[in-house]
């Protein structure tokens, strides 16, 4: 089975055209790598507005990915808040955020994707998350870790947390026969990594630093390391951070596509491919180049 993990397409027809036009190549390359199935973890809406949600659903129509067995999505912070667009709007923000309904924009991102949730398994309730999708025999175990608003823990909506009913309900799939015998996948927005200071930045890197450890971590994660040992994980796919790498924490591997759309100091946007084969997965980076030929392609793929 062949899957691209991208992630954090912050799409926004209006204001962000390059990322739906970067977004179309990335489709048509993992069109031409015979990709069985894709993941996006969180943040494929910019500001989490409506004429958002069309636009990306309008997109993977057209690629023919609203269909269980080819794609898998899970929301990110982005998808529930939104974010500030200049300067100016960060103070107002945390107002707007603590007016924000968490569980219907939680709903909204559901009923978006809808198609792409039809065939996951839910160990008791309504909730949306957590979830389990089987495909042969891959286990993709979807997580909502978007943190709801608080003015001391999340002010802004970005960090993250898993609340006690979804990590209990985390505990029973993982506990669960259905994951016997499966190579699990954890698709889950936030990242585990440690944001590492640079020791040669100045005075505003080392303030946005500070500003990023607070307002972008995901709380109580070392019951999730413990758990995800316990259930024999063999990744965890994330983003949230807009870098694109793997890494190793707690003996789990960790894979980071929050850099898809924004492109490495050589202009190639990135994500990754995983081939599995009898739980033996093979990792490879794939880079795609914006070429201007943007017009045809979109033609092409209609």
């Known amino acids: 089975m062949r899957i691209a993990h991208i992630s954090d397409l912050h799409l926004n027809p209006d204001y962000f055209p390059e990322r739906t036009e970067a977004l179309y190549h990335i489709l048509e390359k993992c069109r031409s790598l ?22 990306a659903r309008n997109i993977l129509k057209e690629f023919d990915l ?30 707007f955020c603590k007016g924000t309904d968490y569980d219907s924009k939680v709903k909204e991102f559901y009923s978006t994707f809808r198609e792409s949730f039809e065939d996951c398994k839910y160990v008791s309730g309504t909730s949306v998350f957590p979830f389990v999708k089987i495909i042969r025999d891959v286990a993709f175990v979807g997580i909502n870790s978007v ?12 960090n993250g947390d898993i609340g006690k009913h979804q990590y209990h309900q985390l505990k029973k799939i993982f506990a669960s026969e259905i ?56 990744k965890v796919l994330h ?7 793997f890494y190793k924490r707690k003996n789990i591997n960790f894979l980071n596509a929050g850099g898809t759309m924004f492109p490495n100091p050589n202009q190639s946007h990135s994500f990754h491919l995983l081939d599995v084969q009898a739980k033996l997965i093979e990792h490879t980076n794939i880079t795609v180049t914006i070429t201007k030929h943007f017009k045809n392609l979109m033609s092409n793929a209609k």
């Open 147 to 158: 943190a709801q608003w608080s003015s001391l823990k999340n002010p802004i909506g970005s």
């Open 239 to 245: 983003g949230h951070l807009h870098s694109h790498d």
């Open 66 to 95: 609203l269909d269980p067995a080819k794609l898998t999505v899970t929301i990110g912070n982005h998808d529930i808040y939104g974010g500030p667009y200049h300067a100016e709007d960060v103070l107002s923000f945390p107002g």
């Open 34 to 55: 015979a990709v069985d199935h894709i993941v996006i973890t969180g943040d494929i809406t910019n500001q989490a507005k409506p004429k958002e949600f069309e636009h």
């Open 179 to 234: 994951l016997k015998g499966k190579t699990i996948l954890v698709l889950i927005h936030h990242h585990f990594n440690k944001i590492e200071k640079k020791k040669t930045a100045g005075k505003l890197e080392r303030l946005w630093h500070t500003i990023e450890m607070s307002t972008m971590k995901l709380w109580k994660k070392k019951r999730l390391f413990q758990l995800f040992n316990d259930g024999n994980v063999e």
